[in-house]
């Protein structure tokens, strides 16, 4: 089995940091968006990855070659952004008759993967959410067991239950024949050639999708879901220390994720706060917030804030959204 991972989008909601920094690599509880998603099918004994890479694909390649090594890695380019439908679409030739698991790169889920890639049946994982309409949507069956249809952002949902970005697909000739159908026939939604419309397409002809729920399903979409996010996966992760030194006058409160090289004094760090590499913290109190490596932070108060890497804050307290090599000073301090 080979493993999918589309990750050419711009992540405009999480502008300015995408400016700089590709979505999957936005750090998250200690590690990176991406770096969950890898780390959880490698766990489950997929060596074959292929990532669709565009907007800093460099950054995406360079960050897998590195942390990655014994992987089997592919990179396919996909320099114009048609939908997730396109992209999949021109993983054909490196496929070629294998299983695929696709999981689109800002998809964090928990399930079990093992169960998964044993199962008889083609596969999309399914979540409840309250308003559906802004997902893929499956409708299922009487049993609940097969899905009878999909529909992208439907208006007028007739199921709640929403699609979370993990696909496994048995049959790829089928499904990249469906890819070619609703290009050729130019279908779009929403402007784009959704993967959705291409497996309603392998539905229609006969295919069968078993549906499988997620536990939980956690959004990086946008920054205030990240944060909540990031606080969740502290929790699951226990969170790390990776300097295992304690800080001066500084008090930590867990769960914190502090990454390698951090000088941290006279500062009272957490709950639910991850601080990436080389970051200095002075006079300050942090709490429920994702701080990036090589950042400056002095005489501040932050909550609910998303800090970029290289970036230099001085002040009072804020609820800042700040992307990489930016430098502010809002003036006072902490007395």
Request: charged share 25%; proline share 4%; with cysteine.
């Amino acid at each position: 089995m080979k493993a999918i991972i589309p990750v050419a989008g711009a992540g405009t909601k999480l502008r300015p940091h995408t400016y700089t920094q590709p979505k999957a690599l936005i750090p998250l509880a200690g590690k990176t968006i991406l770096s969950i998603i890898v780390d959880q099918l490698k766990d489950a004994g997929i060596k074959d990855f292929i990532f669709i890479i565009g907007y800093l694909g460099d950054k995406i390649q360079n960050y897998v070659k590195t942390n990655y090594p014994d992987l089997h890695c592919e990179f396919i380019t996909q320099s114009e952004r048609h939908g997730i439908g396109h992209a999949i679409e021109l993983t054909k030739e490196l496929v070629a008759n294998d299983e695929i698991l696709i999981v689109l790169g800002d998809t964090i889920a928990e399930y079990d993967i093992h169960e998964i890639i044993k199962a008889p049946y083609s596969m999309l994982g399914i979540k409840k959410v309250d308003d559906p309409r802004n997902f893929g949507v499956a409708e299922l069956s009487e049993d609940g067991f097969f899905i009878t249809r999909v529909v992208e952002k439907p208006s007028i949902p007739k199921s709640n239950m929403a699609l979370v970005g993990v696909y496994k697909i048995k049959e790829t000739d089928f499904l990249f024949n469906c890819l070619h159908k609703i290009q050729d026939i130019k279908l779009r939604s929403y402007d784009e050639f959704n993967l959705t419309d291409a497996l309603e397409c392998m539905i229609q002809q006969g295919a069968k999708f078993q549906a499988f729920k997620v536990n939980n399903w956690f959004d990086c979409g946008k920054k205030d879901s990240l944060l909540e996010s990031n606080a969740i996966l502290l929790k699951k992760f226990g969170g790390e220390n990776k300097t295992q030194k304690d800080f001066e006058n500084s008090i930590i409160i867990p769960p914190v994720s502090i990454g390698e090289g951090c000088i941290i004094n006279n500062s009272v760090i957490g709950p639910n706060v991850a601080i990436g590499d080389n970051t200095i913290v002075n006079y300050t109190v942090v709490k429920n917030s994702i701080i990036g490596s090589y950042s400056n932070l002095f005489e501040i108060v932050l909550s609910n804030s998303l800090i970029g890497s290289d970036a230099e804050v001085k002040g009072v307290s804020r609820n800042l959204n700040i992307g990489d090599n930016t430098a502010i000073d809002l003036g006072g301090g902490v007395k």
